[in-house]
């Protein structure tokens, strides 16, 4: 380390060389630096699915480094990830313009570091199921807080995480996302015959509302629904299994429960009387088609990579089964060389003519369907989407639409969350009883899903603002939100 007399002595010969010859840069170089590097992010606290911009600047010509983006979940268990950058002739670096050279990916691709964020060894090294860990918050009212590290030089996988032998950082900053937007509510369901939690935009009612419902991994998953109320929607968050008074894993659902959940929207004093969208993943995509085909207060559902017949869980009616599950006896799930498991999707049950189908058919006219499906999903077949749009062109119908997303994977979650292209997860009637729940193939890779995730989040505010706003109120959260 050079003392202050050293580095006043080092700056006055390069200041004396540049006198002499002023068109030419100097490349002196010493321990220590002449200039601090910098390194900031904006916005620098705001809701997920704003990307933000990380720049660097005072770094030297070429010079190599390491960005090293951390966070913690709800458990406090660290996600990082990582990527190499080589600095421009200004000595500065943008994840918005600037190329990655290596590391977790390649490419211009501003979402990269979030995107590709995994559990750091430290997590799973007791416990390897941890690997495969989503990210996400369980208090949704905590944002995710990123720090954000520049390192000298391209460090390895292992130098990063296994050694922790790391060099003095160049510079260091923090940046925070929120699923939940300045003034949004929060209200859990409780004492009342459904489960799940409220979220109400900052603004005063009557909003717009949308049923938010996730898959068969169970339990309730609250930041999607934040992040409607965020973007000017009543949105429920609604669990259906494995959570609190509902059954682990039913080997039906009685449609009652759901129609509880619309009646509870259209009834509540802060939501439109007339309107409900539903938004629904994997299996919710079930839930979506069935309701608007039966509930003439849904005026619009996006379903994610869902199938075109009922599996594993069928439904009920009054207690008669009215939406059977396809072949009883159906086991298909096969383990692949490298230990993961796939749910195969029969040929059969793809048919647009097959008798199990989902009602796409009966979908008023006045309610918009947007099945949106990705091309790489490792766990449903994206066929489903075709399947059913095919389907409801047969009946004549318009009103439903198909997005196919190019290289994504199934699950398709909130703009810059981390990609998931294995999950645990147990599924309903043919794993119950494995005490660690084997890991399934989800898809995809971290560009294409995250371009997906991007389009299908805009495509479905578009649609929800289209079908469940009245004007003039459309126009004031479309000029608000950029939808």
Known sequence: MLSRCQRLAVGGVRQALRSCRPNVTVPLRVPGRFSSVLASVTPENDVLDVL????????????????????????????SSFAYYVASPEGTVSNMTDFSVGGRYQGVFPAGLQSSMMTT??????????????????????????????????????????????????????????FMAPGVRRIPLEGREIE??????????????????????????????????????ASLGLAFMDYKNLPRRPASLPLEYF????????????????????????????????????????????????????????FTSNGEEIFPTYRKDFRSI?????????????????????????????????????????????????KAGMALLERSRAHGKSNVYNLCLPGAGHVLDLPYLAHVPLLPMRVPNLQDNVKIPPVFLMGGNYYDTTRGIETFWRYTLNLFSKKLIHEPKMKKLQEAYNI
């Open 121 to 178: 060894p430290e997590v799973y090294s007791d416990k390897p199921i941890l690997k495969y860990k989503r990210l996400g918050k369980t208090n949704v009212e905590i944002p995710l807080k990123y720090t954000l590290t520049v390192l000298p030089g391209h460090l390895t996988e292992e130098e990063l995480y296994s050694e922790r032998r790391l060099p003095k950082p160049l510079a260091t900053t923090t940046f925070s996302r929120t």
């Open 52 to 79: 933000p911009c990380m720049h660097v600047e005072g770094l030297g010509n070429g010079e190599r480094v390491t960005f090293q983006l951390s966070t913690r979940d709800g458990e406090d268990m660290e996600f």
């Open 334 to 382: 096969k383990k692949t060389p490298d230990g993961m498991f796939q749910f195969l999707i029969p040929e059969d049950s793809l048919s647009p003519e097959h008798s199990l189908s989902l009602p796409v058919e009966n979908i008023p006219d006045d309610c918009e369907a947007l099945l949106v499906t990705s091309d790489r999903d490792g766990f449903l077949a994206y």
């Open 259 to 314: 129609d509880g959940a619309i009646n509870y929207l259209t009834d509540h004093e802060e939501c439109q009387k007339d309107s409900v969208g539903i938004l629904g993943s994997s299996k919710g995509s079930d839930m979506a088609i069935i309701l608007a085909s039966r509930r003439k207060e849904v005026k619009a559902i996006v379903t994610i990579n869902g199938a075109s017949v009922v599996f594993n869980i069928g």
């Open 196 to 233: 799940g939690t409220l979220f109400l935009p900052a603004e005063p009612g009557p909003h717009p509302a949308v049923v938010d419902i996730f898959g068969t991994d169970g339990g309730l998953i609250e930041h999607r629904a934040a992040m409607l109320a965020s973007r000017g929607f």
